[in-house]
């Protein structure tokens, strides 16, 4: 039987990088996939292949509505090829995967495929067809993810009724995607396919899109997308999804109790997603999960048993790629026996739609709930050179500072390449910088960042330069 120091269950963004730290740390190590490839949902039906299809019907969207204006013609009719998108798509993510098997190899990193369950917390079984293998591990780092939720009422049939991860290897474009969900993944699902010819129509239980952001990014995000041809449907609960033939009903009620039905070819469940810890046979080692599949743990992501550690989507906090990244190497460091942390308020959250939404720590409305006493200065994208030269000129920033200290609270982004950006803002925050901190860092110019110094500027005395 083979010993390890570490096994890691689950190959994932925190599951991969948990095990290259404790690699990295002088642990013998192992990680185990109970898919043939690496990578977990963010490289093969997540965060890679849809970023993979936002860039590439951007593209397509360019040549169609925008190339023109920048003295650019092409002659003839511009075409889709829809299935070389998708396989461009398939390569990146065979690209990114391939990646990370190469630092497992690089890192001497055993590689296990197959279902991972315990046997008891030191011992763990891989099932893989009929083949079965036991480990024994010191120590277990969880990192099995998440899938995509639904409701109770709704079959998933994975041919009209789809998840995420079906709709990111469509055979069609459709003609009326029905999108069930105004969060990160069916916004910028609906953006992609709103851009390649579909009638999309957002339908969100909330009052507004993106309902957990600042509330001046849900207002600005929906304008935006609404000027592009997405239509919105807030405040609406959706109470039947049914299918005949090709055609997709779905039966809400409005905030006034209307009935409202939608008919389209596809839609799209983006409910949100839920930890995955299936078959994981967590009892047999004594660790505990609730109703909903959530493991609790410690602030130090350990679980009741002293030697088990669960990272990423399976606990609490935000289902974010970079979050668990960020826990597989804080588990990696106190098993090593350093002491690391990691500041939850300061993990940025980013919507790839264009233009893109990208936000860290609190909102207004937080501050307003915790009685905080803040400024806030805002300035708009298209004050600003670079977006008139590059036409991207929706959004802003927004930068909410302490009344008293001016230390800054949160930073809140609409605009070209604000994922970028937004680090910026955490780098900032993490040395508790104030706004005037920040107004008083030189920029370069003509850049989009400079929209973050003006907003500091605005928060500071109301000093913004350019507007």
Known sequence: MSKYDVAVIG???????????????????????????????????????????LDSSHHYEDALKHFEDHGIEIPGDIKLNFKKMIERKAAVVDQTTKGIAFLMDKNKIDVFTGMGAFKDATHIEITNGEKTETIEATN???????KPASLPFIKLDKDRILTSTEALSLKEVPKHLVVIGGGVIGLELGQVYNRLGSEVSVVEYMDR?????????????????KKQGVKFYVSHK?????????????????????????????????????????????????????????????????????????????????????????????????IAGQKPHIDYNLIP??????????????????????????KSGQFPMRALGRSRASGDTDGFVKILSDKKTDEVLGVHM??????????????????RASAEDIARMSHAHPTYAEAVKEAALAATDDRALHI
């Open 11 to 53: 190959s994932g963004p925190g599951g991969y990088v948990a095990a290259i730290r404790c690699a990295q740390l002088g642990m013998k190590t192992a990680i185990i996939e109970k898919y043939d490839v690496l990578g977990g949902t963010c490289l093969n039906v997540g965060c890679i292949p849809s970023k993979a299809l």
């Open 140 to 146: 277990t780092i969880i990192a099995t993810g998440s």
């Open 209 to 225: 899109i993106i309902p957990t952001m600042d509330s001046a990014q849900s207002k600005e995000l929906m304008k935006v997308m």
């Open 238 to 334: 959706v109470s039947a999804v049914s299918k005949k033939g090709k055609e997709v009903t779905v039966t809400a009620t409005d905030k006034n109790d209307k009935e409202v039905t939608f008919k389209g070819d596809y839609c799209l469940v983006s409910v949100g997603r839920k930890p995955y810890t299936e078959g994981l046979k967590a009892e047999n080692a004594g660790v505990k999960i609730t109703e909903r599949g959530m493991i609790d743990v410690n602030d130090h992501l350990q679980t009741n048993i002293k030697n088990i550690y669960a990272i990423g989507d399976v606990v609490r906090g935000a289902m974010l790629a970079h979050k668990a990244s960020e826990e597989g190497v804080l588990v990696a460091e106190i």
């Open 349 to 374: 959250g980013v919507v790839y739609t264009w233009p893109e939404v990208a936000s860290v720590g609190k909102t207004e409305e937080q501050l307003k709930d915790a009685k905080i006493e803040y």
């Open 414 to 431: 609409v605009g070209a390449r604000v994922a970028d950006l937004i680090a910026e803002a955490v780098t900032a925050m993490e040395f």
